[in-house]
């Protein structure tokens, strides 16, 4: 799991990024203390929203804390990246655009997995959508086809299932039509696979 740390807390961060590296998850941060700067973009580095994460990492602190710099988020949300946020007021000020929250660290990486794992659903449901469409215009039952998308270490899989409803050519222009549906609704992945089955 590659997690885009979109927001800075100061030294709470340090226990939410050991926790996520603990899991196994490769943390790309936003900002960096050591380069006075607040985006990494801006210090020369490579923006994290450009390195393919699979879900955003947002810190709330409660009332009277440090402040949350969580400008990250822009760059997340734009990116058709899931947002995940942190802390006991959480979702807090980002409510419209989180995919999850957790209270802290005890259900971060959890909730980090149901956002990726929500993401993936919201791409399916776009594919299915695609798929009926097409199927409803050919004159086939769509509920004797399927699709369904899948993230992968390379990206994203989409499965598109036609059964004996259209002779192999067809079925193939079928699902790059619906493999197009997907990449309009979300340009962000590097590779998206497309198998007929």
Request: with cysteine; aromatic share 2%.
């Amino acid at each position: 799991m590659r997690v885009m740390f979109a927001g800075s807390s100061g030294p709470a961060d340090a226990e939410l990024i050991d926790a996520l590296q603990a899991s196994g998850a490769q943390v790309l941060r936003c900002h960096d203390n050591a380069d006075g700067t607040l985006c990494t973009l801006v210090a020369g580095h490579g923006c994290p929203a450009d390195q393919d994460p699979d879900v955003a990492v947002v810190p709330v602190i409660p009332a009277g804390g440090a402040p949350s710099l969580g400008d990250g988020v822009g760059c997340a949300v734009r990116s058709s990246i899931p947002v995940v946020v942190i802390g006991h007021s959480a979702p807090g000020p980002y409510a419209a655009v989180a995919a999850g929250s957790a209270d802290g660290v005890h259900d971060m990486v959890a909730a980090c997995r149901a956002a990726i794992d929500g993401a993936t659903e919201a791409h399916t449901a776009v594919a299915v959508g695609a798929l009926a469409d097409r199927c409803a215009a050919l004159g086939i039952d769509p509920s004797a086809c399927r699709a369904e998308v899948r993230r992968t270490d390379s990206g994203l899989r989409l499965e598109v299932g036609l059964g004996d409803t259209l002779d192999r050519r067809a079925g193939e222009r079928v699902a790059l039509q619906v493999l197009a549906a997907v990449r309009r609704f979300d340009p962000r992945p590097g590779g998206v696979s497309l198998a007929v089955v």
